[in-house]
């Protein structure tokens, strides 16, 4: 079956209500950033609590492009708070862009939603691509703003070898957070109606 291509007022909608929810889920999880371990942790608990809303926002999407212009969305909103430059919105269109294209093209069963969900989560990496690529910058901001302390303990939580280590357990978690959405979607949100 042939979907129409453009998107439409009512998709546009779709995008801004779901990115809305998940944007109020990140927000909330990343209040426990104050504390440094749980900075360190941000991308892992996005992906698990923020998969039973994404997974909503996947079963609503039909069309190319709305997957893309959420995380162009959530990676200009990061951006714009500051401190982590560009990357979170170079990031959010990456990521978003291949979670799109796997989805559309791949759509067919529940780990297909799961894996676009992990990929798509991967956007929440660009917030902490500062810390690797400019080291320095960002903890001397971090210090300025938050102290020593502070700063000393994040910098041993995030060593410079943990990148590749952080993307694989947030695309990990991820999954398991979309996995959750999938059995929630099927089990209880199509029964009542909700999708």
């Known amino acids: 079956m042939q979907k129409k291509i453009a998107l439409r007022t009512e998709d546009f909608m779709t995008v801004g209500?779901?990115?809305?929810?998940?944007?109020?889920?990140?927000?909330?999880?990343?209040?426990?950033?104050?504390?440094?371990?749980?900075?360190?942790?941000?991308?892992?608990?996005?992906?698990?609590?923020?998969?039973?809303?994404?997974?909503?926002?996947?079963?609503?999407?039909?069309?190319?492009?709305?997957?893309?212009?959420?995380?162009?969305?959530?990676?200009?909103?990061?951006?714009?708070?500051?401190?982590?430059?560009?990357?979170?919105?170079?990031?959010?269109?990456?990521?978003?862009?291949?979670?799109?294209?796997?989805?559309?093209?791949?759509?067919?069963?529940s780990f297909t939603m799961s894996l676009s969900y992990a990929v798509f989560s991967l956007w929440t990496i660009g917030m902490y691509l500062p810390i690797y690529i400019h080291r320095t910058t960002y903890f001397s901001n971090i210090t300025a703003q938050y102290g020593v302390e502070y700063a000393n303990t994040l910098n041993s939580y995030i060593p410079d070898w943990t990148l590749f280590l952080f993307i694989f357990v947030t695309f990990i978690a991820s999954l398991i957070g979309g996995t959750i959405g999938t059995r929630l979607l099927s089990k209880h949100f199509m029964k009542s109606g909700i999708v």
Do not use: Q
Request: hydrophobic content about 60%.
């Open 17 to 109: 209500i779901y990115t809305s929810i998940y944007f109020v889920i990140l927000f909330a999880i990343s209040l426990l950033g104050y504390m440094p371990i749980f900075n360190a942790i941000l991308p892992v608990l996005i992906g698990i609590f923020g998969g039973v809303p994404f997974i909503l926002f996947l079963a609503k999407s039909e069309k190319f492009g709305m997957i893309t212009l959420s995380g162009v969305i959530c990676g200009l909103i990061m951006m714009l708070m500051g401190g982590n430059g560009f990357y979170p919105l170079l990031a959010g269109l990456i990521c978003g862009l291949i979670a799109d294209v796997l989805f559309i093209k791949l759509r067919s069963n």
